[in-house]
């Protein structure tokens, strides 16, 4: 990661007034706002969004709102941010223009399998008052029939029966919670991942941890922790050696930590906390009384089209959304996706119409400047089909809407997750149930009909409905047979042209 500049001058070498060029530097002294929040997840996403938040929010309106970020599976991150003093900076891309900002908000980094007790301390410490996450779907470690906590979870058994070394973020959420309930210290755990309810499906995983491990102490979790719900919105790619490189050439400084983004950025949170929080509103967040209208727009349109790009793309040998985008045909094929089998089952939030949010859309995957790989975006597909296909198809199948876009996008995922792409090339599938979905497709030997049925078995994706509508399964098993027959690209052409108007 580091070969391309390694020569060069590390971030933390240099005060923010030695950086180069035209670099926003922060505006609160570093060194006098004490930690009062941990984030679990301190990865791209944080940087890109959390992070810059929060610093608006001390700068605007002060307080002791540093961060101290963990790491739950990987040193990775800890090490790229350690040897420069926890800076990093942020670009923000939008086509040939830029803008580079250094943040200063992290001040600590923990690893979690080095020393988890060393970051349920750190939760602990009655001076923190927020906890946010960005774990990603399979960190919540859910049973998908039960909206509860997957107790065969080999992670979650392995943290009943070893709670003082925990390895998942609800097993550390529920070691830090004990000893915050002792010392009567109130605390707010805000999830900032991908998920419908994301603060309900937080709290009935954390309670039935803590139920299983000791009945007898849930009764303090709602009055000393409280869970919201939000809904965040940046696109943010995984950061590339190019990217540094050019980070490196507008700053001066090797930033091994680097993040580029987009200049669009979006926070509706729950206003649902136990004690004081950073006024994230200075950096324009909207707290409101329900999130969920906020959260099904941008599930469905956003993440919903994003997924489509992503496996679409991909069999097409589009390495980049924008790539993809670039094509006339997915551009419409994307655009009457979202208007037309997706926006009847979405309710317009306020001040947000879906016309103009869709057009947004648009432009945002069109941005040649983000690199964001179909590769990255077809990771875990498994964990985000429920919330991004799977309930539109349920409620297009109740309207008796249209499906052929969606059934096109999920024979494309089942094509994905064979583990080989239309050429014959391996696919690098990604995917808690990567073994389990390539045996699948194996055993239904390429025909449309039984791919069709064997996919939409999987309960955890699909639940025990879908397979049962015929509708919906002719659908699926006709796109599979289209994409087999014809490839993605004459896929999508076609079905631009039976649907069209």
Request: with cysteine; hydrophobic share 45%; aromatic share 6%.
């Amino acid at each position: 990661m580091t070969a391309p500049c390694e020569n060069a001058p590390r971030l933390s070498e240099a005060t923010p007034a030695a950086l180069s060029g035209d670099v926003t530097r922060p505006a609160f002294d570093r060194a006098a706002a004490a930690i009062g929040q941990v984030h679990l997840g301190a990865g791209a996403f944080f940087k890109a969004h959390l992070a810059p938040y929060t610093q608006t929010a001390i700068e605007e309106a002060g307080g002791d709102w540093a961060v101290c970020g963990a790491s739950l599976r990987s040193p990775d991150a800890r090490d790229a941010l350690e040897p420069q003093d926890n800076l990093f900076t942020v670009t923000e891309k939008d086509g040939d223009s830029a803008q580079t900002s250094l943040m200063t908000i992290l001040k600590d980094m923990h690893v979690a399998p080095e020393n988890p007790a060393a970051l349920i301390g750190a939760i602990a410490d009655p001076a923190i008052k927020i906890v946010t996450a960005t774990i990603t779907e399979k960190g919540y470690c859910l049973n998908p029939a039960s909206s509860g906590l997957d107790f065969d979870h080999p992670d979650v058994k392995h943290d009943l029966e070893n709670p003082a070394a925990p390895k998942t973020a609800i097993g550390l959420l529920a070691a830090a919670i004990h000893k915050r309930v002792a010392a009567r210290a109130p605390l707010t755990v805000l999830s900032c991942d991908n998920l419908p309810g994301n603060g309900a499906l937080f709290k009935n995983a954390v309670r039935d941890f803590i139920m299983e491990a000791d009945p007898g102490a849930t009764a303090a979790l709602d009055e000393f922790v409280r869970f919201p719900s939000s809904m965040v919105d940046r696109i943010t790619p995984a950061t590339t050696d190019e990217d540094r490189r050019e980070v490196m050439t507008r700053t001066g400084l090797f930033d091994a930590a680097a993040v580029v983004t987009e200049p669009f950025t979006q926070w509706v949170i729950e206003d649902d906390f136990v004690a004081e929080r950073p006024q994230w509103e200075a950096g324009g967040a909207l707290l409101a009384a329900d999130v969920a209208p906020y959260e099904t727009a941008k599930l469905r349109l956003l993440n919903g089209a994003h997924s489509a790009i992503a496996y679409l793309g991909y069999l097409m040998g589009c390495e980049t959304v924008s790539d993809a985008m670039a094509r006339p045909d997915v551009a419409a094929f994307v655009r009457a996706l979202q208007e037309d089998e997706i926006a009847p089952t979405v309710p317009a939030p306020a001040n947000m119409p879906l016309g103009p949010y869709i057009e947004d859309l648009a432009q945002r995957f069109r941005n040649p400047a983000l690199k964001h790989r179909t590769w990255q975006i077809a990771m875990d597909g498994s964990q985000k089909l429920p919330q991004r296909w799977v309930k539109t198809i349920r409620a297009q199948l109740e309207n008796s809407g249209p499906l052929n876009r969606l059934s096109l996008a999920v024979a494309a995922w089942t094509q994905y997750v064979t583990g080989v792409d239309e050429r014959g090339t391996p696919i690098d599938v990604r995917d808690p149930m990567a073994t389990r979905l390539k045996r699948i497709g194996a055993e239904a030997g390429g025909d449309p009909a039984e791919q069709a049925r064997a996919f939409l078995s999987i309960r955890e994706i699909f639940g025990t409905d879908l397979i049962q509508s015929a509708r919906f399964t002719q659908t699926l098993e006709n796109a599979i047979a289209l994409l087999r027959g014809e490839g993605a690209e004459a896929a999508v052409k076609k079905v631009n042209r039976e649907n069209a108007g």
